[in-house]
Each structure stands twice: as structure tokens, then as C-alpha cells.
């Protein structure tokens, strides 16, 4: 079983800046792709970036709205993932959650979900 806890939601003004965390453990193996989600009042869940690990390198992917604005990393020795988010705006606002993927140590798929940080971005 594979559990994950985020850290870093809070309130910020417009324009301000917040990094979101989430770590992973457990029974874990591998990690093929990590990604934060997000999810306003009265909208459906969106992926906000993600990585996938490739062959030869990792793959990111952002959505259109935060490009330029958020990045996504992650420490691997700590199987840990990170969004940086930058030039907050009013419309980010919502309940962020990380989703990870991957394969246990008796090599079963897992796909987890975090619990969910609030982020509010106001004046």
C-alpha cells in the first residue's frame, strides 16, 4: 500500500507564489508518473502537470493556463514530488491533489491520490 501526503496549501495574494509537496511511501517499487490535479467548486477535476518517466528522460506536461507560471519536479531519492507555483491568479484557486503511478515491491500497479491542499489566491 502506497500513501501520500501533501503540504504547502494556504492563502496568497495575486501575483504571490506557493510550492506544494507531496511525498510519497510505502511498498514502493517504481514510479512511472506523478502529476498534480486540481479541482474548483462546481468544476471537474483537471491535470494541472505531470511527469512521466521515459526510456532515456523524464517527460513534463503542462496545462495550457499554468505554463510558464508552475513547475513540477521531483526528488527521486525521496519520492517526492513538488509544484512550484508562481504569479498566482485569482482562477487558481482550488483544492490541489498529487495522483502518483507506479508498481509495489511484489510488483503490482498502484495509483494513488493524495488528501488535497487548499490553495486560495485573494486580495
Known amino acids: 500500500q502506497v500513501q501520500l501526503v501533501e503540504s504547502g496549501g494556504g492563502l496568497v495574494q495575486p501575483g504571490g507564489s506557493l510550492r506544494l509537496s507531496c511525498a510519497a511511501s510505502?511498498?514502493?517499487?517504481?514510479?512511472?508518473?506523478v502529476g498534480w490535479y486540481r479541482q474548483a467548486p462546481g468544476k471537474e477535476r483537471e491535470l494541472v502537470a505531470s511527469?512521466?518517466?521515459?526510456?532515456?528522460?523524464?517527460?513534463?506536461h503542462y496545462a495550457d493556463t499554468v505554463k510558464g507560471r508552475f513547475t513540477i519536479f521531483r526528488d527521486k531519492a525521496k519520492n517526492t514530488v513538488y509544484l512550484e507555483m508562481n504569479s498566482l491568479k485569482p482562477e487558481d484557486t482550488a483544492v490541489y491533489y498529487c495522483n502518483v503511478k507506479g508498481r509495489t515491491l511484489i510488483f503490482l500497479p498502484f495509483d494513488s491520490w493524495g488528501q488535497g491542499t487548499q490553495v486560495t489566491v485573494s486580495s
Open positions: 510505502g511498498s514502493i517499487a517504481s514510479i512511472n508518473a
Open positions: 511527469i512521466t518517466t521515459q526510456t532515456t528522460q523524464d517527460r513534463t
